[in-house]
């Protein structure tokens, strides 16, 4: 494996493997087109955590997942230029209301 964090690789070749890599450039965590971050919250009554992002569109492609010792399976939904739902199921399937949570999700524009 190689590490790309802070290799600036121009140019790969493995023939026996056929795999070319002409640049990996790493992308930073955060920046105007994409964010990284761990949230920590309580659901509301709909099994809801809001959460604010600064990318400032809705055309958002979101991915989540909960975090912690107790199995949630989670949903992404209302998003808006602000802000977006993390939704919290238990593993029967019923919304996790009024409990303390964390996801770590990622954010990237369209």
């Not at 890599?21 to 709909?46: A, C, F, N, Y």
């Not at 919304?95 to 303390?100: G, I, K, L």
């Amino acid at each position: 494996m190689i590490n790309t964090n802070r290799a600036n690789i121009k140019s790969l070749n493995i023939p026996d493997e056929s795999i070319s890599i002409e640049k990996i450039t790493p992308l930073p965590l955060s920046s105007s087109s994409q964010e990284v971050r761990s949230e920590t919250g309580t659901t509301d009554g709909s099994g809801d955590l809001t959460v604010t992002h600064n990318l400032g569109s809705n055309q958002i492609v979101i991915t989540a997942t909960a975090t912690g010792t107790i199995f949630y399976h989670v949903q992404i939904h209302s998003k808006t230029s602000n802000n977006f739902k993390i939704r919290f199921f238990d593993a029967s399937g019923s919304t996790v209301t009024s409990t303390a949570v964390t996801a770590d999700w990622i954010a990237k524009k369209l």
